[in-house]
């Protein structure tokens, strides 16, 4: 698997269902990646098409296959409201290094719930791993002692 950095371009979403029935939606979302999760701004009042344009940068390793974006309405006082996710698969990504902003389905309880674009990069780490020779840095064969 590839080991390197991903950096996820959260353009905007449209065609949300609207959660709040009095108010505008004020929409954010949560980029999770295996285990390091991240938050974008909250888009006050933007309704059911937000436009973030934020950057996030995650590193990856082995075995991270998605990114998985859920989107919910901050409301102040009650609990968040949670409007849909949205799973990307990575592959695509490794393999081209540069995924440009695509739209992807919003589902919530298998139903679609709009949309959301998301633009990828991937940037592959050189291995760091490097076989020493012994004699490249001393070692027993340079040892005096006998």
Do not use: H
Request: with cysteine.
């Amino acid at each position: 698997m590839p080991q390197g950095t991903l950096e996820v371009l959260l353009v905007s979403a449209k065609g949300l269902e609207d959660s709040d029935f009095l108010s505008g939606m004020d929409p954010y979302a949560i980029l999770t990646c295996r285990t390091q999760e991240k938050k974008s701004s909250v888009a006050s009042g933007a309704g059911s098409s937000p436009e973030w344009n934020e950057t996030f940068l995650f590193s990856v390793s082995g075995g991270v296959t998605e990114l998985k974006i859920k989107i919910l309405d901050k409301d102040t006082f009650t609990d968040d409201d949670f409007v849909g996710e949205a799973t990307i698969p990575l592959e695509p990504v490794f393999a081209a290094e540069t995924v440009p902003p695509t739209s992807y389905s919003v589902v919530k309880d298998q139903e679609y719930r709009g949309e959301i674009r998301v633009g990828l990069k991937f940037t592959l780490q050189e291995s760091r791993d490097r076989e020493f020779c012994v004699e490249e840095f001393g070692g027993w064969k340079e040892s005096s002692l006998e």
